[in-house]
């Protein structure tokens, strides 16, 4: 059963740099072709996808945010770790760790975590 | 920037049919861009129901189904459910790994 929870700060401020922990079971990162990605959906507005770390230690980033975005893994403690810098109020959002899997010629999403909700405020 | 474009929102009738489409700004979509589609209902994490165009889920019902119409991807909804309102998005993969998200579609069952 795979399962993944995303945790962080309950409230970040302006120009601070966010951190947060995606805790999975079910699986390895050390698995040939698994990879663990975040996503974010600001309330009431439409998912964005944000990044992605494979099991082979690659990483990719959403273009428009990649100067700001630094993914990392431990395979030791299951866990996966996102840090943005230089937050600001429209980066609140609900962020969402999910693991992706390689299938049909591609990696894809299939199980997500319930989500952590970040506001960003002074 | 690639803007992925989805209707705001659709309706349709209980046991009825509704398709859902999902372009690109810039080119036709193709299953090289590898569609998938997520269902999401209010205050819960997104559900994956569809990847690489057709493929379903584990455990996803087969009234989903998915298809390249046109220059889009489509999901269809066959005999709808009032479980089925809901927020529906789909993602592209642009290629080297990088992934976006659409507006979004809300379907209502009435």
């Known amino acids: 059963q795979i399962t993944l929870k995303e945790s962080g700060p309950t409230l970040v401020k302006p120009t601070q740099t966010l951190t947060l922990t995606c805790t999975f079971s079910?699986?390895?990162?050390?698995?040939?072709?698994?990879?663990v990605g975040w996503i974010r959906q600001p309330p009431g507005k439409a998912l964005e996808w944000l990044a992605l770390?494979?099991?082979?230690?690659?990483?990719r980033y959403s273009p428009s945010l990649r100067s700001r975005l630094t993914i990392t893994k431990d395979t030791s403690k299951n866990q996966v770790v996102l840090i943005m810098t230089n937050m600001d109020p429209v980066d609140t959002a609900t962020y969402y760790c999910?693991?992706?899997?390689w299938g049909s010629g591609t990696y894809y999403f299939d199980y997500w975590g319930q989500g952590t909700l970040v506001p960003v405020s002074s | 920037q690639t803007v992925v474009t989805q209707e705001p929102s659709l309706s349709v009738s209980p046991g009825g049919t509704v398709t859902l489409t999902c372009g690109l700004s810039?080119?036709?979509?193709?299953?090289?861009?590898?569609p998938s589609w997520y269902q999401q209902t209010p205050g819960q994490a997104p559900r994956t129901l569809l990847y690489?165009?057709?493929t379903r889920s584990s455990g996803v019902p087969d009234r989903y189904s998915g298809s390249i119409l046109g220059n889009k991807a489509a999901l269809t909804i066959t005999g709808a459910q009032a479980e089925d309102e809901a927020d529906y998005y789909c993602?592209?993969?642009?290629?080297?790994?990088?992934?976006?998200f659409g507006g979004g579609t809300k379907v209502t069952v009435l």
């Open positions: 993602a592209l993969n642009l290629g080297s790994g990088i992934w976006v």
């Open positions: 810039s080119e036709p979509v193709s299953t090289g861009f590898y």
């Open positions: 690489s165009t057709n």
């Open positions: 079910g699986f390895s990162l050390r698995s040939s072709g698994v990879g």
């Open positions: 770390i494979y099991w082979d230690d690659d990483k």
């Open positions: 999910a693991h992706s899997l």
